[in-house]
């Protein structure tokens, strides 16, 4: 089945810890995105990669990192500088420059210890 | 700028009568709309798409919208609404060339029996 996977389901963070979320797809997808939802905000951009090796920054980059070394492979880290990191974060993807159909993953729940 | 606002950020309806979610929109050319469901703890489904061709636009499990330049509205409608339609729906407008979507901050639907 192609799709979108996540992982882990759930994650926890210390302070001053950075956590890596995983992302990855196997629908032959050129564009990946991240996002974090909030309750009551909708969902906010936070990188996107259109293709490998080459990422932008979204609505709300700061205290996030990316990379994008696989065109199947999209991970986002959460760094010590995010001071409100506690969130659910969403995964997508879509083909090149078709953003308005992105196919999203089934997220990963963040929480602060 | 694009953006869109959704009316409601609660809507209440019983098994069987009509759904009806406000989203309004502005953006200084002819937009690209859509309409995502995102079941609890889930990521998120399209449901439907406007992208200039015809202005009522039907989407999956009975859902449709109709997108009105006048009143700059994109209004999602079911006639009649099932249990499993408990989710929360966001309506989306496209950021332009960039291809990349701005979200409404949702409204949840709850059906009661």
């Known amino acids: 089945d192609g799709g979108i996977t996540q992982s882990p389901k759930y994650l926890f963070r210390k302070e001053g810890q950075n956590v890596t979320l995983s992302c990855e797809q196997n629908?032959?997808?050129?564009?990946m995105y991240w996002y974090r939802q909030d309750p009551g905000q909708g969902l906010r951009l936070i990188y996107y990669?259109?293709?490998?090796?080459?990422?932008q920054k979204g609505d709300i980059a700061e205290g996030y990192s990316v990379s994008r070394e696989k065109k199947e492979s999209f991970p986002l880290t959460v760094t010590s500088a995010q001071k409100n990191p506690t969130a659910f974060y969403l995964c997508?993807?879509?083909?090149?420059?078709?953003?308005?159909?992105?196919?999203f993953g089934p997220g990963t729940r963040l929480l602060v210890l | 700028a694009q953006s869109v606002t959704q009316l409601d950020s609660h809507v209440s309806v019983s098994e069987g009568t009509p759904v009806l979610l406000r989203c309004n929109y502005s953006?200084?050319?002819?937009?690209?709309l859509f309409w995502y469901v995102q079941h609890p703890n889930k990521g998120l489904q399209l449901l439907l798409k406007?992208?200039?061709?015809?202005?009522l636009v039907k989407g999956i499990n009975g859902f449709e919208a109709e997108f009105k330049k006048s009143e700059t509205s994109f209004h999602l409608t079911k006639p009649s609404a099932h249990m499993s339609d408990a989710a929360e729906y966001f309506c989306?407008?496209?950021?332009?060339?960039?291809?990349?979507?701005?979200f409404g901050k949702g409204t949840k639907l709850s059906v009661k029996p």
């Open positions: 990669s259109q293709i490998v090796n080459d990422f």
């Open positions: 629908l032959n997808h050129d564009a």
């Open positions: 406007y992208t200039s061709a015809a202005t």
């Open positions: 989306v407008v496209s950021r332009g060339s960039q291809g990349n979507l701005i």
């Open positions: 997508a993807s879509s083909i090149y420059r078709r953003a308005e159909t992105q196919y």
């Open positions: 953006s200084s050319y002819s937009p690209s």
